[in-house]
């Protein structure tokens, strides 16, 4: 079956052509002009994934994301922007998003990002998540694959039920935080590599250029961390990243 894509963007060539290119991909596309038509279209016929564009009149898609992330849809989102820097997109983030292309940007970039959302919701090809069926769980994550449930240098998780906490306090994650936490903690104690992370959690290694890994890393601190509590993501220069409570 064709996965089904929102597509919501006020600029006219920019929808036509996306549209036109998704279309070609395979994809069923409904395009909308803005943020009223794209939450009306959400609520109609739930999609596979939603490609929002953030600057829109009315209702801008920052607005759209944080309305059906209010309601408890957890369908992917991916984000089209102009705005380069890291407080724009770590807004995006924070109003639930799940990944992000800049504009100007190559349509086959969109194309790879969309395919990883669907594979990590298992919407395309079969495949499961990659944080949760790519990396064993490691020794010192004390995993027990039987119940879901991980924990590492203070935290738990409930994969199934995809909670997470640091000590009795609550995290609230969006998907790729919550993908990228998971991944981290059942290889808690370990270097993973840029590399490694982009293909685990995104499926596609966007290339030493890209922020897109050093963002959600940034964002993902920020809700783990505790006043006077030790750091529990380290940053191995020119390496990757590690999970461990020093």
């Known amino acids: 079956m064709p996965q089904n894509v929102l597509l919501a963007e006020d600029d006219r060539a920019i929808r036509h ?34 490609v929002l564009d953030v600057m829109m009149p009315g209702i801008d898609g920052l607005q759209v994301c944080r ?60 495949f499961a998540a990659p944080a949760r069926s790519a990396a064993a769980p490691s020794s010192s994550a004390g995993a027990a694959p039987d119940t879901g449930l ?41 270097v993973l590599d840029h590399a490694t992370i982009y293909d685990r959690i995104w499926g596609y290694d966007f290339g030493p250029g890209s922020k897109n890994l050093a963002v959600y890393v940034g964002y993902l601190r920020r809700k783990l961390d505790e006043p006077g509590a030790p750091a529990l993501i380290h940053t191995v220069r020119g390496v990757g990243y590690a999970l461990r409570e020093d």
Do not use: S
Request: net charge negative; no cysteine.
């Open 17 to 50: 052509a996306l549209e036109r290119a998704l279309t070609l991909e395979g994809y069923e596309v409904t395009a909308v002009a803005d943020g009223v038509e794209a939450l009306a279209q959400a609520h109609r016929n739930r999609p596979d994934v939603l």
């Open 150 to 190: 991980l924990t590492a240098a203070g935290l738990r998780m409930d994969v199934q039920a995809r909670r997470a906490w640091r000590g009795a306090r609550e995290l609230e994650l969006t998907r790729t935080e919550f993908d990228l936490l998971e991944l981290l903690v059942r290889n808690a104690g370990i």
């Open 67 to 126: 309305v059906l992330r209010a309601e408890g849809d957890r369908t992917p989102i991916l984000m089209l922007t102009a705005l380069v820097e890291t407080a724009d997109r770590i807004a995006g983030l924070d109003a639930g998003a799940d990944d992000y292309v800049v504009k100007p940007f190559d349509v086959e970039e969109v194309f790879a990002r969309l395919r990883a959302l669907l594979r990590r919701t298992g919407g395309a090809d079969g």
